[in-house]
T-cell receptor, first 112, second 107 residues
Framework: DTAVSQTPKYLVTQMGNDKSIKCEQN?????MYWYKQDSKKFLKIMFS???????INETVPNRFSPKSPDKAHLNLHINSLELGDSAVYFC???????????FGPGTRLTVT | KNEVEQSPQNLTAQEGEFITINCSYS?????LHWLQQHPGGGIVSLFM???GKKKHGRLIATINIQEKHSSLHITASHPRDSAVYIC?????????FGTGTSLTVIP
């Protein structure tokens, strides 16, 4: 069984659209994360939730909004997509903040 | 200047060689993570350490808190070790990532 899953795996969409990426973990972890990996392969944290509460909110455009309906899910909604949003987005979870993380397979977003 | 610096950026080794990747950080940390990203894109956490040394198979990670430095060693390297290795320092609520070391092990 997959520990951290993301859907979709690939997402191609046009500028201006709104899209969501879903993340689910079945590890019973309290903390979940969203990362963005750009074309230069640099990994950058975007958000972190602990027990459904936002604890890390890096400087990202407010077009990006995380939603955590429960501890096992952390979805990422992106409004008014721009070309620069094209990247691979990784979800991860850990037992607690700063603990060892388990990563999802990534979602490759392409904005045309 | 990045809070976390890795070296080298790129590394090519012959199969069987001993490999060392270095990570220096400038922030006070609660833990240091080593991640491995496979050519296919998947990311795996290798180690999380806050002091001393950890070993897992052919991989060894060390950290010197006073010198703010960590190393990842791979003994008897193998082509399947070819990947990008990423160092990340955390203060609990903040994460600082290195730019990664791309390792290629040639048979």
């Amino acid at each position: 069984d997959t520990a951290v899953s993301q859907t979709p795996k690939y997402l191609v969409t046009q500028m201006g659209n709104d899209k969501s990426i879903k993340c689910e973990q079945n590890l019973g972890h309290d903390t979940m994360y969203w990362y963005k990996q750009d074309s230069k392969k640099f990994l950058k944290i975007m958000f972190s939730y602990n027990n459904k509460e936002l604890i890390i909110n890096e400087t990202v455009p407010n077009r990006f909004s995380p939603k955590s309906p429960d501890k096992a899910h952390l979805n990422l909604h992106i409004n008014s997509l721009e070309l620069g949003d094209s990247a691979v987005y990784f979800c991860a979870s850990s037992q607690g903040p700063g603990s060892e993380q388990y990563f999802g397979p990534g979602t490759r977003l392409t904005v045309t | 200047k990045n809070e976390v610096e890795q070296s080298p950026q790129n590394l090519t080794a012959q199969e069987g060689e001993f490999i060392t990747i270095n990570c220096s950080y400038s922030v006070g940390i609660s833990a240091l993570h080593w991640l491995q990203q496979h050519p296919g894109g998947g990311i795996v956490s290798l180690f999380m350490l806050s002091s001393g040394k950890k070993k897992h198979g052919r991989l060894i990670a060390t950290i010197n808190i006073q010198e703010k430095h960590s190393s990842l060693h791979i003994t008897a390297s193998h082509p399947r070790d070819s990947a990008v290795y990423i160092c990340a320092a955390t203060t609990g609520n903040q994460f600082y990532f290195g730019t990664g070391t791309s390792l290629t092990v040639i048979p």
